[in-house]
């Protein structure tokens, strides 16, 4: 079991950043891949960024030039760098972690946080 806690969220204004963070614990050398997802009220979850051990990193078009994705020196800690934040981009942040090899992802190695709230209004 991988254990991941978010923190980070808050309320920021527009055009404001955000820096979340994950952290993995538990047995972690059954993942390699981690991502964020969000949600907004009324809308389904959507995949926001993700970052694999080899550091190669995907990002959702609406987030692209704004939002930065890295790990930590420990490779435990995944973080999102949220920058001109728009009121679009409020919603439930959740952190996710898998094992994929290539374009296959294992349902039994996949594990999902509580998510962080995010609110971007003035």
């Known amino acids: 079991q991988v254990q991941l806690v978010e923190s980070g969220g808050g309320l920021v204004q527009p055009g404001g950043s955000l820096r979340l963070s994950c952290v993995a614990s538990?047995?972690?050398?059954?993942?390699?891949?981690m991502a964020w997802y969000r949600q907004a009220p009324g809308k389904q979850r959507e995949l926001v960024a993700s970052?694999?051990?080899?550091?190669?990193?995907k990002y959702a078009d609406a987030v692209k030039g704004r939002f930065t994705v890295s790990k930590g020196d420990a490779w435990t800690t995944m973080y999102l760098q949220m920058n001109s934040l728009k009121p679009e981009d409020t919603a439930v942040y959740y952190c996710?972690?898998?094992?994929?090899?290539?374009?296959?992802?294992?349902?039994?190695?996949?594990?999902w946080g509580q998510g962080t709230q995010v609110a971007v209004a003035s």
């Open positions: 996710r972690a898998r094992y994929c090899s290539g374009n296959n992802c294992y349902n039994e190695y996949d594990w």
């Open positions: 538990g047995s972690i050398y059954n993942m390699n891949t």
């Open positions: 970052i694999t051990n080899a550091l190669t990193t």
